[in-house]
């Protein structure tokens, strides 16, 4: 929980966020800690939770998947089963970057990233509407990223 957490903690989150190629000697310099107290405090800040994952954000125009596609996708029926073998069946698919269930005209919203418009058309007809229940996709293709994955400020 946040308000569990003090001004130094908070701080070393807001680091790691940013730039998880610090070392442990730069953020106790920008906290004012020394090195030791701060491997503890990152530590606790991974075995508590507060830390899934430190990882690169690889740039997606370098690695041929430049194209942003958000898919609405609405299942045919609204049970927990058909929930969970649409569940099952996304998390196989290594394309997917983010699945959300949510709220409203659509079930889910797929985050994905293809090469290009026809790489999406391919993909699109031989796996996405393949999937357990599905019923109907909408697709928006993103003509700008203004933000994406902002760090969390809390």
């Not at 998947?65 to 958000?70: M, N, W």
């Not at 031989?126 to 357990?132: D, M, S, T």
């Amino acid at each position: 929980m946040v308000s569990e957490l003090d001004r130094v903690d908070r701080r070393i989150l807001h680091l790691l966020q940013h730039d998880g190629r610090l070392t442990n000697a730069e953020i106790a310099s920008r906290v004012n800690v020394s090195p030791a107290t701060c491997h503890r405090r990152t530590q606790k800040l991974f075995d508590d939770g507060y830390v899934r994952a430190v990882r690169a954000e690889v740039a997606p125009d370098q690695v041929e998947r430049g194209t942003l596609v958000v898919v609405g996708v609405v299942l045919d029926r609204s049970t927990p089963e058909s929930f969970g073998a649409f569940e099952n069946a996304i998390t196989e698919l290594p394309f997917i970057l983010d699945c959300h269930l949510v709220a409203g005209d659509f079930d889910y919203f797929l985050k994905i990233r293809v090469r290009d418009i026809a790489d999406f058309n391919r993909m699109h007809g031989e796996q996405l509407i393949a999937l357990p229940g599905v019923r109907q996709t909408r697709t928006f293709f993103v003509m700008k990223e203004v933000i994406d994955n902002a760090p969390l400020d809390f």
